[in-house]
């Protein structure tokens, strides 16, 4: 079975199934994706670090799968039901879907209406009509009357083999199959605003009257649907098609399952409404329930993917490096609170400034930054944006233009998501002891100038806020996910063993928590590492920890001009041969691209390290310890614009992308509310994946499209020399207004809505019959 499960991993995969087996034999040894992707490229024939999550994730569910299977398979011998045929069927479902339906006849479930029936001894009766429709129900019936039962009158007994016949229809797995498949394609979700609830849900209001086809419904859309119904301001339904006809179609399905026909015989009226009874009060339930649950996992699937793409991209922005840093936590009433921060992140000073009302301290507050930025040579200044943000941004210049000819003095606005959290967190209190919890977001706003990746860490990454709808997903699905980025990114960069905290530390190929813990005791007790091999002195670190982590850690200026490179000091064999080779020296063949690139990889492979790893250790030599993250710059916010309300159309401004969804990216402009351009806006071309075009971190230059005050709206767009345009209403609903040209009422929009049938009610009898007759089930 695992050879199975592999070659069919290496099939989605597109990759072969040599290179899947080795992956999977890596990772059960308990080897970490970011070492697998970098210092085993021969045995996975140079998997990527996307390709082996992918494989990872698929891997488990797989698994998950066959536990399952094997499950099923035992509890339907047991019940002494297990034919060849269903054992077949089985061992050949692929999904989960599909083996639970298999098992859906052979449950344990409670005692149902068509249980109670079988008990009565209906069952014959129902095989009866079914298998031969020339009988009369009524005349039928009569024979099966058991007054201990309850079963007093032939009504009776055809409602129990209703029952039965209900239930069998449900549970039969091919069936169902099909018909979810045919409703998914063809299916909508329709959303309507229940009654009362238009003022407190107007943030829904894009789905007050609205449909879409499932297979069209994008994954920010289904969540935002659903969220208007949890919050219950939204009623949503899921039905077959656009019309009753649909509906129809399915009933025809299930009628040509099993053999019912309209051939006027005495019991295929009876059948018929057999067949519609099951479909409305069962099958169609079931479906709405599967493909409600679809469309989530679908939507919760992408939104966990565009977090986590956005979340990598947050990681890996640009730091501004070792500079002296002062951070500003900004505020009204409670002031702005301080902190400088030295090259390293070590916390120089701090303080609180009252600059904006009430109490206005504006050239005090100017007067005691100045005075830091004296004292401790003060090089950037970060702002946090939240609340007083532009007014201190305000502050800010005036600072630099005091400064101006006498110290270079930049500013930065960054995002303060989540320093809250950290500010209150158990590690902030271990690292900053003794310090107020307010003071605490100002160090964490200057470090994370210095180095995004280094400061984030310390944060839980659904605190960071770059993800759409994330507190409406699956905890552990999107803990797992953003866990993984965080993991690639930070060894994607590597880590100075020297410096790196706790958090950052843990996060390193191979070390727990509780190991980066035991590194800095370590450290402040032995002082700095000298080389990469004294880590084997730290409690609880053991050879296969090594291992995973070494080639991440760095120590520049150590013993070993190799440590402070990605080379992994089990490939240093490989290193000694280049140099004699080359008769250089560590210190002199670092950094010689001449010499290096005249060298041909292959002369120095071997069967442990082949070509893919040598390649890597002479591009590492050229270049050693190379930070993968862009060049830091940052936006200008333009002069006089500080509210929504000093936006106008056609403004042109420079800004911050801070988050990228599915339908677009959030611009940072400067006015405390992130404004959209929409994926139609990113470019002059058709973009299919808004990162294709931006990612968080990025600066734009974008023009005003339009405001809208009342919620708090900016449409922004990227495509500067487009003509202004009056934007179209209704925002990002897409989709189909019921109601407008293309749905069920009206033309044009301004028809008044038809009456519709509901999923849940019965079709009409001339669909029913359009339906008959197209599967030649009547005449």
Request: glycine content about 10%.
């Amino acid at each position: 079975m695992a050879q199975a499960i592999d070659q069919r991993i290496a099939e989605e995969l597109s990759v072969g199934s040599h290179q899947v087996r080795a992956a999977v034999a890596l990772l059960d040894d308990g080897s970490t994706v970011p070492f697998i992707s970098r210092y085993r490229k021969e045995a996975t024939g140079g998997l990527s670090d996307e390709q082996l999550r992918a494989l990872e994730e698929r891997l488990g569910y797989l698994r998950e799968l066959e536990a399952r299977r094997k499950a099923v398979l035992e509890s339907i011998g047991e019940q002494g039901k297990l034919t060849e045929a269903l054992a077949a069927q089985i061992e050949a479902a692929d999904t989960k879907a599909r083996l639970e339906d298999l098992y859906a006849p052979f449950k344990v479930k409670r005692r149902t209406k068509a249980q109670i029936a079988r008990e009565a001894g209906l069952e014959p009766l129902a095989d009866l009509l079914l298998s031969d429709p020339s009988q009369d129900p009524e005349t039928a019936a009569a024979a099966f009357l058991n007054p201990e039962a309850e079963v007093n009158d032939a009504a009776a007994a055809l409602a129990g083999a209703r029952a039965i016949l209900t239930e069998r229809f449900g549970e039969d797995p091919d069936l169902i199959g099909d018909l979810r498949e045919r409703m998914w394609k063809r299916g909508r979700l329709v959303s309507t605003v229940r009654a009362g609830a238009e003022e407190k849900g107007a943030k829904f209001s894009d789905y007050f009257d609205f449909a879409e086809t499932f297979t069209t419904l994008p994954s920010h859309r289904v969540l935002a649907l659903m969220r208007g119904e949890k919050e219950e301001v939204l009623s949503l339904a899921l039905e077959p098609g656009e019309s009753e006809v649909d509906g129809a179609d399915c009933e025809a399905m299930i009628a040509a399952r099993f053999g019912i026909a309209d051939a006027r015989r005495p019991a295929d009226a009876w059948l018929l409404k057999t067949v519609s009874w099951a479909w409305r009060t069962r099958i169609l339930v079931k479906l709405g329930v599967d493909l409600r649950m679809r469309l989530w996992q679908l939507a919760e699937d992408e939104a966990v993917r565009v977090f986590a793409a956005n979340l990598k991209d947050l990681l890996l922005a640009a730091p501004a490096g070792q500079k002296t840093v002062m951070g500003l936590d900004p505020g009204f009433r409670t002031g702005v609170k301080v902190a400088v921060v030295d090259a390293t992140g070590k916390v120089l000073a701090t303080t609180a400034i009252y600059p904006h009302q009430p109490q206005n301290q504006w050239d005090a507050s100017l007067a005691t930054l100045g005075a830091l930025v004296e004292q401790h040579d003060v090089q950037l200044i970060a702002i946090g944006n939240g609340t007083a943000s532009r007014e201190t941004d305000r502050l800010g210049a005036d600072l630099i233009k005091a400064f101006a000819g006498v110290a270079e003095l930049s500013k930065i606005v960054v995002s303060e998501a989540g320093a809250s959290i950290y500010s209150a967190s158990a590690y902030a209190t271990k690292e900053l002891p003794g310090m107020d919890v307010s003071l605490r977001g100002a160090v964490s706003i200057a470090r994370r100038l210095q180095d995004p990746l280094a400061e984030l860490v310390k944060i839980e990454p659904k605190h960071i806020g770059v993800g759409q709808y994330q507190h409406d997903l699956t905890e552990a699905k999107l803990t797992r996910s953003l866990e993984a980025v965080v993991e690639d990114a930070v060894n994607a960069v590597g880590v100075d063993l020297n410096t790196a905290s706790v958090p950052l530390l843990s996060q390193v190929s191979g070390l727990s928590e509780s190991v980066a813990a035991n590194i800095v005791a370590f450290r402040d007790e032995h002082g700095r590492f000298p080389d990469r091999k004294a880590l084997l002195g730290v409690p609880r670190l053991g050879p296969k920890a090594f291992e995973q982590a070494a080639g991440f850690l760095r120590v520049p200026g150590g013993a070993n001009p190799l440590d402070g490179s990605s080379v992994h000091p089990e490939a240093y064999p490989v290193v000694e041969r280049i140099l004699a080779a080359t008769g250089a020296s560590v210190s002199g063949i670092v950094g010689d691209a001449k010499t290096l690139r005249g060298l041909k990889p292959a002369d120095f492979a071997d069967e442990r390290f082949g070509v893919p790893t040598v390649s890597d250790i002479l591009a590492e030599l050229e270049k050693p310890g190379r930070d993968p993250r862009p060049e830091f710059k940052a936006a200008t916010f333009k002069e006089g614009v500080e509210k929504v309300g000093d936006l106008k159309p056609g403004m042109l401004l420079e800004g911050a992308v801070t988050n990228v969804a599915a339908f677009g990216a959030f611009v940072d402009i400067g006015v405390h509310q992130d404004g959209l351009v929409h994926i139609s806006a990113l470019a002059n071309r058709f973009v299919e994946d808004p990162r294709e075009i931006v990612k968080p971190g990025d600066v734009v230059k974008v023009k005003v499209v339009s405001v809208d005050l009342q919620r708090q709206r900016i449409s922004l767009t990227m495509r500067l020399d487009d003509p202004e345009q009056k934007p179209e209403a209704g925002g990002d609903a897409g989709g189909q207004r019921r109601g407008q040209g293309g749905g069920k009422g009206g033309k044009g929009g301004g028809g008044k809505q038809q009456p519709r049938q509901r999923g849940g009610q019965a079709a009409p009898q001339s669909a029913m019959a359009e339906a008959l007759r197209r599967a030649g089930l009547t005449k």
